[in-house]
């Protein structure tokens, strides 16, 4: 039996959400939700449908797992608690600063109504989070470094669009060279956050728009710009037609460590990403991460969790025999 998928919101990473559940043969989109008029929203999936957001609750028995792909910033701090009540659920809260909060409000509903939910899935938070937790294991004395770009980031580019007189937007993360390579060096600096990288937004005003007033919410935004150097470059929407299309990301999560009796060796942990499309990577992570919560739920298992919690054999549609006979 096919794992039946839902999607809530059908923007960048919805549509990867969709095309990362036609690779995986065990899993089946039953259903998009919009908040725009469903005429409008054209899908891939001939034998899904699209229905409005606000009549969700009629489809809880028709789905096993409800991904959710609204934004960071406003959407899915409300939507993902309210979702958890109707279905086992999967998310990719991003705001670092604020995922314990989160967890918390998603573990509530989720606890209360007896579903299981998995929060912050994707590569940053997701796989980065994975690997430095490997690394923290295996080399307790050491220090890490996180590193994201040249790219676009998703949430950055939300928050920004969401600024009053915002027409477009998008905007870049940029490692500062220097800094990356002090710490495949060996060297261990001391970074700030804004030591390591440079943030640039691209933005599109609408006519008559206040930009210095822009610039300045910009750059001043809490847990998005403020701990950096950000650039707000201000362009026409056809500049950003031609120049912005793409959705390309990437990084590096590195742990530099030592061991020895006198911590005498060193050793550098490096796992990196180079991707051409963010939302599709993503989605194929959180596309993963469904497979697991219909298993663990399954199981009776309810409540919050995040990739910490979650055993790798969960994630793949192997079988634990054909495992440990072609990838252990």
Known sequence: MSIRIGIMGYGNLGRGIECAVKQNPDLELKAVFTRR?????????ETAG??????????????????????????LPVQTPEIAKLFNVVDS???????????????????ESGHLAVISLGWDPGMFSLNRLYANALLPKGRDYTFWG???????????????????GKQYTIPVETALEAVRAGKNPELSTGEKHTRECFVVPEEGADQEKIREEIVTMPDYFDEYDTTVNFISQEEFDRNHSGIPHGGFVIRTGKTGWNE???????????????P????????AYARAVYRLAQEGQTGCKTIFDIAPAYLSPLSGEELRAHLL
């Open 280 to 287: 599709e990577f993503t989605a194929s992570v959180i596309a």
């Open 37 to 45: 008029n469903p005429e409008n929203v054209k899908i891939l999936t």
């Open 50 to 75: 699209v229905y409005p957001a606000a009549d969700v609750e009629k489809y809880k028995n028709e789905i096993d797992v409800m991904i959710m792909c609204g934004g960071s910033a406003t959407d």
């Open 93 to 111: 809260f991003d705001t670092h600063a604020k995922i314990p909060a989160h967890f918390a409000n998603v573990d509530r509903a989720a606890s």
């Open 264 to 278: 005498e060796h060193s050793h550098v942990i490096e796992y990196s990403l180079k991707l051409d499309s963010n």
């Open 150 to 168: 040249k790219g676009v980031s998703q949430g950055h580019s939300d928050a920004i669009r969401r600024v009053k007189g915002v027409k477009n």
